[in-house]
């Protein structure tokens, strides 16, 4: 199964002059001017130093690309069939998951960073799946989801708020860009049950993280289980 689809693409190396505190302080900037193109450009010079990420810089990378990406998507949304929308959404996929597999994957150092670019690679490919559904697109997709999900589940506890995001979104993707429907509902409806027991022992700094994902989680149990016409037996 591949891991990578092959791409011709040319990322530009600009703010690479910048020392890496000048990139983490412009990305600040650019955030709070909630510019997130520009904030793209500092995390993108960052990410191409080819060094581990610390745990802010991994977030600011996520901040500004979901942010982008989310842009993007929403306009070609508004403009269905735009060539040039579409390309815009692809191409800032591209250039994630690009950046994921030169430098930002291989640099890892530690399983929750793993995890979480594993799951951002799963996330990226299935951006790009809604614009080009190209099997290949949807293997690396399957693929990333899966390898972040095994980690996971050896490296984090159950209840762990990366461990339930990488199933919500590893349920999104099955149930709704696969439309294998039952298998999503499982995977959703696994991670749920096997947190749910440990949520009450947890203290108050990490239940409120996990607590909201599993909100998320047991809205899509209640909806699919709708859906396929799953019992779910009294609350």
């Not at 000048?22 to 990305?27: E, F």
């Not at 510019?35 to 995390?43: A, I, Q, R």
């Not at 108050?204 to 709708?226: D, G, H, P, Y």
Request: contains cysteine; aromatic residues 8%; hydrophobic residues 40%.
């Amino acid at each position: 199964l591949p891991l990578v689809v092959t791409r011709v693409k040319s990322v530009s190396l600009s703010h690479m002059a910048a020392t890496r505190v000048q990139l983490v302080d412009a990305a600040k900037t650019a955030d709070k001017a909630q510019d997130f193109d520009e904030m793209c450009k500092c995390v993108r010079g960052i990410a191409q130093m080819g060094q581990a990420l610390t745990v802010e810089e991994r977030t600011m990378f996520h901040i500004a690309y979901k942010n982008a990406t989310a842009k993007k998507r929403y306009e070609l949304r508004q403009a269905a069939g735009d060539a040039g929308k579409a390309k815009a959404v692809t191409d800032i996929c591209g250039e994630v998951l690009d950046l994921l597999d030169k430098y930002l994957i291989p640099s890892c150092k530690d399983a929750e960073s793993q995890i979480f670019l594993l799951k951002m690679k799963g996330d990226y490919h299935r951006y790009y799946t809604e614009v080009s559904p190209t099997q290949a697109e949807k293997d690396c997709a399957r693929a990333a989801y899966d390898n972040a999900t095994r980690l996971a589940k050896s490296a984090l506890k159950e209840w762990n708020p990366l461990r339930l995001n990488v199933a919500l979104n590893y349920g999104v993707f099955e149930y709704e860009t696969l439309a294998s429907k039952q298998r999503g509902f499982e995977i959703t409806k696994a991670a749920f049950d096997a947190a749910h027991p440990a949520m009450k022992d947890l203290e108050e700094s990490q239940f409120k993280e996990s607590a909201f994902v599993m909100e998320l989680l047991r809205e899509n149990i209640t909806l699919w289980a709708k859906e396929l016409g799953v019992d779910l037996g009294a609350k």
